[in-house]
DNA sequence: TTTATTCTTTGATCCATGTCATGGCGGCGG
DNA sequence: CCGCCGCCATGACATGGATCAAAGAATAAA
């Protein structure tokens, strides 16, 4: 998960996707590419270059479904700026939220020919697109993209595992506990301030994704904060008071 | 997941581990490579020819720990016979298995140096091991080995989704069918008689797999019996009544 | 600014599943 | 053959988190 600075700087087709464009804020395409280009660390520049050919960004508001589950999986993304969620739903309407995706992270990828999972925005977004056909092609190409790619799905099974253990054993004050050091986590390796974290998604997104109620979720919350664990800042912020606490009460000890 | 039949065999540095070898049956050391490349499908003679060079075969009792959580992580294993359980710990000792793996399936691979779960065979077990290091060295000669590899994963990553869905969402009845119908699939997609399904582990396991207690498993179990929905045969068998019932009982439909 | 609308918090109550306890059954060693 | 031990089943009871309900906050719309 290496951040290398690379000064790779290239215009590809953007497109600035208009559905459900938001006004303002000019979209910086050239820094998107080279952003996700940099996740790729370790590539060499005609690999490099050649990603980019065949990369395209776009932008999405806050709620919008990216591709649902069962849809034909033609895309891979990678996120460049905004918070992603993936989920399963079961017939009666019942969600599993499987992650949260930030900056640097691939998304839809699909062994079969259609996804299984549904993708949806929470934040407004900004997307790389790399069709899957020529992505394909090119990690044929390239072994050691191949190769990376691959590390990069061991890493999302180790998590998995870890959110398998907290879902099925862990109690609802662990689970916030463990979110909350997990997003901290997140963030310090993405070099931004670990602490007062930024926590940007619902109280239902955050209830969905610990296999809890949004209920539950709120007065855990405000217990952690009555028992002086944590506080909450204005603009979606908790300030954690005392991480090694935080990390006993994740883990039950 | 093709078993494509190679007819390919050789003795490799076999070594039937004597720490816990149980008496009798006879170790057929060609029968499990052959096992485990074919598990290589699609492979070139030749990739065949260097894995078989690295492989060797070891038998394990019922319940040993193969590796440790934390433990080194400096072999990857492939499963020729029998049951090996995955499992993570909380400190005060709850448990969840995160998998089950049968024959032709991989464990042991690892991001890190050392291993982020510990491994347990359920059953006498034979498994092949590949020495981490000479398997990285082969991986890289030939990309499709790899290739192979990352498939693998995201398949295992799609499993994972679906078993958070259970764990998070579903109830105690739909985790039993759930659990039912996916041994049923897995005994099928090797080619084994799928209906009365045969079930190696203790209702212990499964409850730690399904984020239960085994009272809850036993009490379902015989709901379901009794409900006439399964019944519950010699030998660690159980016979699924109507297939439809199960997957409609196992999505809450 | 006022009014909808959606999100969050909090309270009261319920229930699915956990916990604790007991007895049966089967395998294995003596 | 008997007694031990580990698994499984079942009952009685407890409880963490779900459900139902409703009142604040925050945000967006008018």
Redesign the interface.
């Known amino acids: 998960m290496t951040h290398i600075d690379f000064a790779y700087s290239r215009d590809s087709n953007t497109q600035t996707n208009g559905k459900t464009d938001p006004a303002g804020e000019i979209h910086p395409c050239s820094a998107c590419t080279v952003r996700t280009l940099t996740v790729c660390a370790a590539l060499e520049a005609e690999e490099l270059r050649r990603l980019a050919e065949i990369l395209q960004t776009t932008r999405f508001d806050a709620g919008h479904t990216v591709f649902g589950e069962g849809d034909p999986a033609e895309t891979l993304y990678n996120v460049t700026s905004g918070t992603v969620k993936v989920y399963?739903l079961?017939?009666?309407g019942?969600?599993?939220i499987?992650g949260f995706l930030l900056p640097g992270d691939f998304f839809g990828?699909?062994?079969n020919d259609s996804y299984?999972?549904t993708a949806e925005t929470v934040t407004p977004v900004s997307l790389c697109r790399f069709p899957r056909r020529r992505m394909e092609a090119l990690?044929?190409e390239f072994?050691k993209m191949?190769?990376r790619?691959?590390?990069m799905?061991?890493?999302?099974?180790?998590a998995?595992?870890?959110?398998?253990?907290l879902?099925?054993?862990?109690t609802a004050k662990e689970k916030i506990c463990s979110f909350l050091l997990l997003l901290s986590q997140r963030a310090s390796r993405r070099g931004h301030k670990t602490n007062p974290v930024h926590v940007p998604m619902s109280r239902a997104d955050i209830a969905?994704y610990?296999?809890l109620t949004t209920e539950t979720v709120s007065r855990t919350f405000t217990q952690l904060k009555t028992s002086r664990v944590i506080s909450l800042l204005e603009g979606n912020k908790v300030q954690i008071q005392d991480m090694d606490d935080l990390l006993d009460l994740a883990?039950?000890?």
Chains 1, 2 share one sequence.
Do not use: H, I
Not at 160 to 165: S, T, V, Y
């Open positions: 399963k079961l017939p009666d019942r969600r599993q499987t990828l699909s062994v299984a999972y990690l044929d072994p191949q190769r790619l691959f590390s799905a061991s890493n999302e099974l180790a998995a595992q870890d959110q398998m253990l879902l099925g054993r862990k969905d610990l296999g883990e039950g000890a």
